[in-house]
């Protein structure tokens, strides 16, 4: 069975920008959850998605956003770029049940310039 | 809101010893689950080891068993017979087992990390 894959795994973009990062959920699995994760701030919560539904979501601004598919893919983006964004964003994807294990994808490393 | 600590940021230890991560968590919730992740340089998290609060017994996953303090609050890896590929970032986490006004279990909360180096 195919695990997580986050494309792209690397992206560079210049302040102001946009960027849509996106994630394929093992077979099977329903929901999505997003982190980011920097040297300073560690492994924060972006939201999770289940069944083309945000169910949680993290303290971030609105500047960040998400969006799941019908086949549960999901895609992350992130309007008006600041440098502080640059950061590694793991998606991590499960069942969806209250016993499920989270199984992540290698991330997309995000540079802000 | 949950936290957890981990207050070693760093940690050695040569191949074939054991060694002992720390982590302490704060929750006011009784049902809950704690992870151990392990995040090589390849990036990507990798399970290591889960236990949920309600049972009593440590986890064991082979070389790997948690030393799970449920009224310390305190969740501590450890790590057998150590190999060179244990080298990586360990990363303690909670979960709520239930998320109040919804049915969200995807929410993650971190410490924030010890690096583990395996000496030769």
Redo the contacts between chains.
Sequence with gaps: KAGVTQTPRYLIKTRGQQVTLSCSPISGHR???W?QQTPGQ????LF?Y?SETQ??K?NFPGRFSGRQFSNSRSEMNVSTLELGDSA?Y?C?S?L???K????????T?LSVL | AQTVTQSQPEMSVQEAETVTLSCTYDTSESDYYLFW?KQPP??????VI?QEAYKQQNATENRFSVNFQKAAKSFSLKISDSQLGDAAMY?CAYRS???AG????????????TILTVHP
């Design positions: 929901s999505v959850s982190y560690g492994l924060q919560f999770e289940f169910r949680n993290g590694l793991l991590a499960s969806g049940d209250s499920n294990i989270q199984y992540f994808g290698a991330g490393r | 992740y390849s990036r990507q998290m990798i399970l889960r990363f087992a239930r998320s919804g049915t969200s279990y995807g929410k993650l909360t971190f410490g924030q990390g």
